[in-house]
């Protein structure tokens, strides 16, 4: 696939993750307010992975790095990846915290800091995204994924903390096991097959 062509696809996804967020986080009930922490985050990672790969028109081949051309600004970075996704992890998961979480609830002002906070973070892992070596970016995404998974499983032996009844919490994990994280893995799985040629 061209990068132009990636470029095109990511200005789609991007507005439409954050709108389907917002409607989420709107008009949703309390338990697809928790669940839909997902939707700032991967559409922060993808401004922050386009802001970095369209930084600058010159490119340089760093074969200890990437197999692909890579723009100046993300060697630059390079260094200081590990910090930059610590730091981009901390903004995004101190929102997820259930003490947070109750405070959303009860006041508006804790609610859009946390999309602010959740966006953000999710931008500095992306921009991060293209300074890594190839292992370094399957680490980063298997965990982004188990941790997920880690998650949905606490809010569930949570539920009676959040005050929600468990059933109606198991429908709605195991239809983000399914039609969310199930794909993810599938993703992941042929973006490692298609890189050491497989298929």
Same mark, same amino acid.
């Given at each position: ?95 997820? %915290? &259930?003490?947070?979480? =109750? /405070? ?6 804790? $609610?859009? *800091?946390? +999309? ?47 005050? %929600? &009844?468990?059933?109606? =919490? /198991? ?6 096991? $399914?039609? *969310?994280? +199930? ?17």
């Amino acid at each position: 696939m061209k990068m132009v062509t990636i470029y095109t696809v990511y200005s789609v996804l991007v507005p439409l993750f954050l709108a389907l967020s917002l409607w989420t986080y709107l008009t949703g009930d309390e338990i697809l307010h928790i669940m839909s922490y997902q939707g700032p985050i991967v559409a922060g990672g993808m401004l922050g992975w386009m802001a970095i790969m369209r930084s600058n028109r010159n490119r340089v081949y760093a074969p200890s790095v990437a197999e692909e051309l890579l723009p100046i600004m993300g060697l630059i970075l390079r260094k200081y990846a590990p910090f930059i996704i610590a730091v981009g992890s901390v903004i995004m998961s101190v929102w997820l %915290l &259930p003490q947070y979480y =109750v /405070l959303e609830i009860k006041d508006p002002t804790y $609610f859009v *800091v946390s +999309f602010i906070a959740e966006l953000f973070g999710g931008f500095l892992v992306g921009v991060a995204i293209p300074s890594l070596k190839f292992i370094e970016k399957v680490i980063l995404y298997s965990l982004g994924i188990g941790m997920d998974l880690f998650y949905v499983y606490l809010v569930y032996l949570s539920a009676a903390i959040f005050h %929600l &009844p468990s059933s109606e =919490v /198991l429908n709605y994990a195991l239809a983000i096991v $399914f039609l *969310v994280k +199930f794909p993810e893995g599938v993703a992941l799985a042929l973006y490692i097959a298609k890189r050491v040629n497989m298929i």
